[in-house]
């Protein structure tokens, strides 16, 4: 990858923009770029140094990448909105080609890696609940102001700050939240983690006994049944199989889970004899959020590969259905009060009904998120039932696509 067209190699020492950052270690990479901790000679601070890969197609995802992080720190001067900073751009040249570079604020570790250090325990519900408004925070600004949609809303992509002493930086978001280096860090385990609904005890034997005996009661549908499909256009099977896409991974070992485990994937299908993956995701889906509605599940162009006419899977005739209030109680030991509350806060987010589905603006007025202590309140947008404008053209314009459909 370090070739032309490919990553800049870069030196701990190494002087970028005349001078402007010299750069102190190597904070992480991507399949478009290297990012650095660099210091900013100008200011006197920190700051992250992402040097992208050179060939033209990377560059123009890079320019247009700076147009939407421009307009994103634009709208929020006060650094009170939950996103990552661009402070500066500029072009590098160097042996492999003209590399764009950005310059961020520099924050901390990303949540998978505070993850894995708790070797996939999970964290304090009050960080969880903690974490989640302030990416709710983000993500309503995003949405309402700028009409962004972020698309990529998972783990790696969540920096850390630490807001333990808000004082010795009070205007800014928190000090970067570096975590020690583990041997859990790298390299990555090997085993997908399970899913939450996966087995009261998550053994992977038990998995493959329900497998075997799906595979077993499955009967073959050979009506030749069609469904509606293609009336959105919508790709299922691409939302399928990304997913669950970079989830935390674990090994197969559960010594020491006595139910308390909580770093699992939502969903973690796998192929059986007669049934594929992605027929597996959707009957997981179902056993934890009930059917699938039939107009949802026949509307896809997909949807004759997994349902039959009567929106019944193919080949998984028969689910068990475990509801996740439940999940939490049997499996993670939650008190009925705390999965209860939980439950009320993350079913209707996973709604069939896209139109169905809270806005972030309607989750932070969530009980759930107010019941913690907290370190840091960031702050919010005005009301949404005073500025209502985008929750109900959202919800108006899924009632049309139903209609027109
Ligand atoms: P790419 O867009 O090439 O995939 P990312 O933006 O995901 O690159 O960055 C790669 C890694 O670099 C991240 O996972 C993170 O660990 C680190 N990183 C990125 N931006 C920052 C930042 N502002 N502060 C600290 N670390 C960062």
């Known amino acids: 990858e370090y070739r032309r067209g490919g990553y800049h190699a870069v030196r701990v020492g190494d002087s970028f923009n005349k001078g402007a950052y010299v750069v102190q270690s190597k904070l992480g990479w991507g399949h478009f770029s290297t990012v650095w901790l660099a210091w900013d000679t100008n200011h006197s601070r920190y700051v992250a140094l992402k040097v992208q890969k050179s060939a033209q197609h990377y560059t123009e995802a890079a320019m247009d990448e700076i147009k939407i992080l421009k307009q994103i720190a634009d709208g929020d001067p006060d650094d009170s909105r939950c996103v990552v900073k661009l402070l500066d751009h500029f072009k590098h040249s160097g042996p492999n080609g003209n590399h764009v570079c950005m310059v961020f604020e520099f924050l901390g570790d990303n949540l998978l890696t505070l993850i894995k250090y708790t070797d996939y325990h999970g964290i304090p519900l009050p960080m969880v609940k903690e974490i989640c408004r302030h990416v709710l925070v983000g993500l309503d600004y995003l949405h309402r102001v700028l009409a962004i949609i972020h698309t990529d809303l998972k783990p790696e992509n969540i920096l850390l700050v630490s807001t333990i002493d808000p004082s010795k930086n009070p205007r800014k978001s928190g000090v970067p939240l570096v975590l020690p280096a583990t041997e859990a860090d790298d390299p990555p385990p090997k085993a997908p983690a399970p899913s939450v609904n996966g087995g009261p005890t998550k053994s992977q034997k038990k998995k493959i006994r329900r497998k075997a005996k799906r595979a077993a009661t499955a009967t073959s549908e050979g009506s030749g049944a069609v469904a509606s499909g293609d009336t959105d256009g919508s790709d299922d099977r691409g939302d399928l199989s990304t997913a669950n896409e970079g989830s935390p991974n674990q090994d197969g070992d559960n010594k020491g889970d006595k139910g308390t485990r909580r770093g699992d994937v939502l969903f973690d299908p796998h192929s059986g004899d007669n049934f594929e993956r992605d027929e597996d995701h959707l009957a997981l889906m179902m056993e934890l959020l009930g059917m699938m509605p039939r107009k949802i599940a026949l509307g896809g162009r997909y949807s004759r590969e997994f349902f039959n006419r009567y929106g019944d899977l193919r080949h998984i005739r028969r689910l068990r259905f475990w509801p996740l209030n439940k999940v939490l109680v ?28 809270p806005v972030a603006a309607q989750l932070l007025q969530h009980p759930w998120l107010d019941a913690g202590p907290f370190h840091r309140q960031p702050k919010t947008l005005p009301d949404p039932t005073e500025n209502s404008v985008d929750v109900v053209s959202e919800k108006q314009r899924f009632e049309n696509q139903e209609r027109d459909a």
């Open 330 to 357: 049997d499996k993670y030991r939650f008190s009925e009060r705390d999965s209860n509350d939980m439950a009320d806060f993350l079913v209707p987010i996973l709604d069939f009904v896209p139109g169905k589905r």
